[in-house]
């Protein structure tokens, strides 16, 4: 079964200080789509990013960038100049082709922005 | 357009009661997700329908009853309450699978006592 590890349950930053969040997965499927959904302090979660397991370019979005190694089987998140708003659990997920109704989500890290 | 909404947003209970999480979505979504996350764990799957009148079972099933007889409508049921648990629940909703896009409701956090 496909598997989400993220090793790193709580980091703390001061504002303006780029952070990575690391995600690293497990699956026998050749086929499969890699997420990052936010949860702030309101509780609802939040998309962020798709991407499958063919394209692994990375991607920018403001100050949100990610990279996907499928060398590594990682799939890293990185916050460049850090907010206070970006304080929130942080969770990678993984949906494999064969049981494409199936999501494995790793079990987040808590990211704390100090001012 | 509400999105996901899930019905109610706290619950306590006693073990061996039962009751019916709501939810429902406006989007048109063919698919439809329970999770449960607890501290440490991260969210993990009970239940899920790809469309009216089809469900299946996710990760941790045990303990939790499904029925989808519309589109819109998903509600989770607990047969018989037990400490274990003790949750919060989610309901998502995505265009046809996984594999896309899931929208969450706000969450119920349930207390089984």
């Known amino acids: 079964a496909q598997k989400v590890t993220q090793a790193q349950t709580e980091i703390s930053v001061v504002e303006k200080e780029d952070v990575t969040l690391d995600c690293v997965y497990e699956t026998r499927d050749t086929t499969y789509y890699l997420f990052w959904y936010k949860q702030p302090p309101s509780g609802e979660l939040v998309f962020l990013i798709r991407?499958?397991?063919?394209?692994?370019q990375n991607e920018i979005s403001g100050r949100y960038s990610w990279n996907f190694q499928k060398s590594t089987s990682s799939f890293n998140f990185t916050i460049t100049a850090s907010q206070v708003v970006d304080s929130a659990v942080y969770f990678c997920?993984?949906?494999?082709?064969?049981?494409?109704?199936?999501?494995?989500f790793g079990a987040g890290t808590r990211l704390t922005v100090k001012p | 357009n509400a999105g996901v909404t899930q019905t109610p947003k706290f619950q306590v209970l006693k073990t061996g009661q039962s009751m019916t999480l709501q939810c429902a979505q406006d989007?048109?979504?063919?698919?439809m997700s329970w999770y449960r996350q607890d501290p440490g764990m991260g969210l993990r799957l009970i239940h899920y329908?790809?469309?009216?009148?089809?469900?299946d079972q996710g990760e941790v099933p045990n303990g939790y009853n499904v029925s989808r007889s519309t589109t819109e409508d998903f509600p989770l049921r607990l047969l018989s309450a037990a400490p274990s648990q003790t949750s919060v629940y989610f309901c998502?909703?995505?265009?046809?699978?996984?594999?896309?896009?899931?929208?969450f409701g706000p969450g119920t956090r349930l207390t089984v006592l």
């Open positions: 997920a993984l949906s494999e082709a064969y049981n494409n109704n199936d999501m494995r």
């Open positions: 998502a909703s995505s265009r046809e699978s996984s594999y896309n896009e899931q929208f």
């Open positions: 989007m048109n979504h063919e698919y």
């Open positions: 329908s790809v469309g009216a009148g089809i469900t």
């Open positions: 991407r499958n397991s063919f394209d692994e």
